[in-house]
């Protein structure tokens, strides 16, 4: 029997970088981009798929609609060809608003076989756009939606980013109430970061503090489960049957294969990434700048790091099951963050509360302490 694998194609064109932007993306090289795809089914070629059925499917970035219909349709294409794919796989390609708006262009590529599209709305106000230097407005993210909409697209999801600069809680709650006004699927809503070596980074103190931050978290996740969305991950939300199956193979140490200059993978046993080098890509020179076979107690610490990002949480049977090691050694620290607020048990697992996502990367470095101890 075929095992799943999701897929993920890394597409790094922009027409403008984002000031809060680390990924590896390359404003205003179009000139590149027929070479770039043509490099790119040549490495789906050249990948050895025997044994493995894709059921996800991803297009990120980056920007994908920028490679326009033509490209990314013979893109998934190309996947078809290499790689048996799942009957009812998803298949996603991420948006900004000003490369979607042309309901024409989405049909093409909805009769390709895309059948969820991720539009990158990030605020409900023009000025907050322009801030961040975004390329779009807020009428072209409702133009988008209702492009995608005629164009047959019944699976879309939204980007929004809460703590941007100057904003308080009534600007926010009215970016989440506008978000839900376009009746999307699927919701992500990211605390803006100010990282290292982005423009933001010398902004980075007009940003909200923590303690505003952490209210507008608290607020997002209480106003979008009034609004028949349930959250599933730290930053994700979904109407029923909508979450993200292509990013819960990354939250439930599910494989997938990662393709293009900067894509991640977790492959026949081994972790790697591709050099984020364009111009070394586009000669044939695939170099990896990671890659290593998991030992057990990296997967332990893994499972651990990622079962927390979700609410379904920690399942001690799964634990005891998948790494043959009681689980007991964890539950007094866990007991202590059930008696702060920030854990509940409930039918064999241990998950996080809201206030306690404001904290996890503390408690789950407790727990990767334990881990090591063990």
């Known amino acids: 029997m075929s095992r799943p694998l999701g897929l993920y194609i890394h597409v790094p064109f922009c027409k403008q970088k984002c000031v809060y932007c680390d990924f590896y993306s390359l404003p205003h090289r179009e000139e590149q981009m027929d070479a770039y795809a043509a490099a790119l089914r040549s490495q789906l070629e050249e990948t050895d798929f025997s044994g493995y059925e894709a059921d996800t499917v991803y297009f990120g970035g980056g920007t994908p609609s920028y490679l326009g219909p033509r490209r990314l349709a013979a893109l998934l294409e190309a996947v ?58 807020v009428a072209q993210v409702r133009s988008a939606v209702e492009a995608a909409r005629r164009a047959g697209f019944e699976n879309l999801s939204l980007d929004l980013i809460y703590g941007l600069p100057g904003q308080d809680l009534l600007r926010w709650q009215k970016n989440l109430s506008a978000a839900v006004e376009l009746h999307p699927d699927h919701l992500s809503c990211y605390g803006l970061k100010a990282e290292p070596g982005t423009p933001l980074y010398a902004r980075r103190e007009s940003l909200p503090g923590d303690e505003v931050q952490a209210d507008l978290y608290l607020e997002t996740v209480a106003f979008l489960e009034s609004q028949g969305f349930s959250q599933y991950e730290i930053s994700n939300f979904a109407k029923p049957g909508r979450a993200s199956r292509h990013n819960l193979k990354y939250w439930t140490l599910g494989e997938y294969a990662g393709f293009g200059p900067g894509a991640h993978a977790d492959f026949r046993g081994r972790r790697y990434a591709w050099d984020r080098n364009l ?9 990896l700048s990671e890659n290593w076979r998991m030992t057990s107690r990296d997967r332990e610490a893994e499972w651990v790091m990622l079962s927390l990002r979700l609410v379904r949480g920690l399942d001690m049977a799964e634990w005891e099951s998948r790494f043959h090691r009681s689980f007991v050694s964890f539950l007094p620290f866990l007991e202590r963050c059930r008696t702060a607020g920030y854990a509940v048990q409930e039918e064999g697992r241990w998950h996080l509360s809201p206030r306690g996502f404001l904290v996890s990367n503390q408690i789950i470095g407790e727990l990767l302490n334990l881990i090591q101890e063990g």
């Open 80 to 137: 078809f060809s290499a790689c048996p794919t799942a009957p009812g796989a998803e298949i996603t390609f991420e948006a900004n608003p000003d490369s979607a708006s042309d309901a024409g262009d989405l049909s093409t590529l909805r009769r390709a076989g895309f059948n969820r599209i991720s539009l990158g709305m990030q605020s409900a106000d023009d000025g907050e756009l322009r801030a961040i230097g975004r390329v779009h407005t």
């Open 279 to 287: 111009e070394a890509f586009l000669r044939g020179d695939r170099v």
